[in-house]
């Protein structure tokens, strides 16, 4: 079993920056990909980024069209973290950001961060 846990949501102004962290624990040599999603209400939840081989070499990136060169995700392999830097927040990035970690054969939550921005 894996345990996601995620910090750093809040309220901040547009145009304003926030960073959110996500560790990972347990059984996490199984794990070879960690991102963030979010849903908005009323809506589906997607993919803001995503990190390859957390816990082994690696760490290409993926991110959403509508966050690139304005997110960066980031590892901190020997803490086992992943983080997310927001910058240039738009109210539409309003959403609860959900730690996602993977392996082959499971995926794993973590309870979510409220991330709102206000205009």
């Known amino acids: 079993q894996v345990q996601v846990v995620e910090s750093g949501g809040g309220l901040v102004q547009a145009g304003g920056s926030l960073r959110l962290s996500c560790t990972a624990s347990?059984?996490?040599?199984?794990?070879?990909?960690m991102g963030w999603y979010r849903q908005a209400p009323g809506k589906q939840r997607e993919l803001v980024a995503h990190?390859?081989?957390?816990?082994?070499?690696?760490?290409?990136?993926n991110y959403a069209e509508s966050v690139k060169g304005r997110f960066t995700i980031s590892r901190d392999s020997a803490k086992n973290t992943v983080y997310l830097q927001m910058n240039s927040l738009k109210p539409e990035d309003t959403a609860v950001y959900y730690c996602?970690?993977?392996?082959?054969?499971?995926?794993?939550w973590g309870q979510g961060t409220q991330v709102t921005v206000s205009s």
């Open positions: 996602n970690a993977a392996s082959i054969l499971n995926t794993y």
């Open positions: 347990g059984s996490i040599s199984t794990i070879n990909r």
């Open positions: 990190i390859t081989s957390t816990v082994t070499s690696g760490g290409s990136t």
